[in-house]
Nanobody, 120 residues
Framework: QEQLVESGGAVVQPGDSLRLSCAAS????????IVWYREAPGKQRELAAK???????SYADTVQGRFIISRDNTRNMAYLQMNNLKPEDTAIYYC??????????????WGRGTQVTVSS
């Protein structure tokens, strides 16, 4: 059973940078896509960035050009580099690993989240 632990959340000022980390247990991390979601107060959880097992990346329009997702399969780690942070980036950030086992069957794991607050 894979477990995920996020870290790196903090209180920062607008324009600052922050790097979130996601540590995964187990030895099959490299077979999973990794997705960073975020949930702002009073809003639904939304996808921020995704990296596939092959290293292909995609981003929400709201973070495109400011956030960079990456992974290190040798260390079972994923990262979210967040630059030029804005108050609207304030949210709990969750790491999710997901893999399609067979068509229609998805194995998914979640961390408990890390709080990012952007405020002047």
């Amino acid at each position: 059973q894979e477990q995920l632990v996020e870290s790196g959340g903090a209180v920062v000022q607008p324009g600052d940078s922050l790097r979130l980390s996601c540590a995964a247990s187990g030895n099959i991390f490299r077979f999973y896509d990794i997705v960073w979601y975020r949930e702002a107060p009073g809003k639904q959880r939304e996808l921020a960035a995704k990296i596939t097992e092959n290293g292909d990346t995609s981003y929400a329009d709201t973070v495109q050009g400011r956030f960079i997702i990456s992974r290190d399969n040798t260390r079972n780690m994923a990262y979210l580099q967040m630059n030029n942070l804005k108050p609207e980036d304030t949210a709990i950030y969750y790491c999710n690993s997901v893999r399609v086992m067979v068509p229609g069957v998805v194995d998914s794991h979640w961390g408990r989240g890390t709080q990012v607050t952007v405020s002047s």
